[in-house]
């Protein structure tokens, strides 16, 4: 059972996984904090309402009806960012690393519909050769 355990916790993709979500995490905690600092500011600047920032009041004089699309936008913008920043610093280079490490496998290619059809015509000839001897000899006896 421990075994088991064990070679699916060493499996690759597992390993691969894990590393992927610390390295993730670490990523979104500083992406986070930049859309926070410089991004959040901005939008309320656009807002024109200091006291709530960028969105829609609904009705006038009731804050509970402000729609609020700063932490939207800003969110939108910081999963971008994080999906950016984990394909082009990990991905792309461990693809890269993995294509040069990598031994170039011989691909057989497929044969042609051509190649096909030769093969089959002489193994028609052959059937026929053999079949003609069986015939001369059955006719010498």
């Given at each position: ?16 996984l ?14 986070t ?54 394909y ?5 280079p461990?693809?890269h ?17 051509l ?9 028609l000839?052959?059937?026929?050769a ?12």
């Amino acid at each position: 059972m421990f075994k088991g355990f064990k070679e699916f916790l060493m499996r690759g993709n597992v390993v691969d996984l894990a590393i992927a979500v610390v390295i993730g995490a670490a990523f979104t905690a500083i992406v986070t904090s930049i859309t926070k600092g410089l991004l959040e500011p901005l939008l309320a600047v656009l807002g024109g309402n200091a006291e709530f920032g960028f969105g829609v009041q609904l009705l006038a004089g009731k804050p509970a009806t402000f729609i609020a699309l700063g932490p939207i936008v800003s969110s939108i913008i910081n999963f971008v960012l994080v999906a950016a920043v984990l394909y082009f610093v990990l991905i792309v280079p461990m693809n890269h690393l993995k294509q040069r490490l990598s031994k170039p496998t011989e691909v057989k290619a497929d044969p042609t519909e051509l190649e096909l059809l030769m093969e089959i015509r002489d193994l028609l000839a052959a059937q026929k050769a053999e079949r003609e001897a069986a015939n001369s000899s059955s006719l010498q006896q």
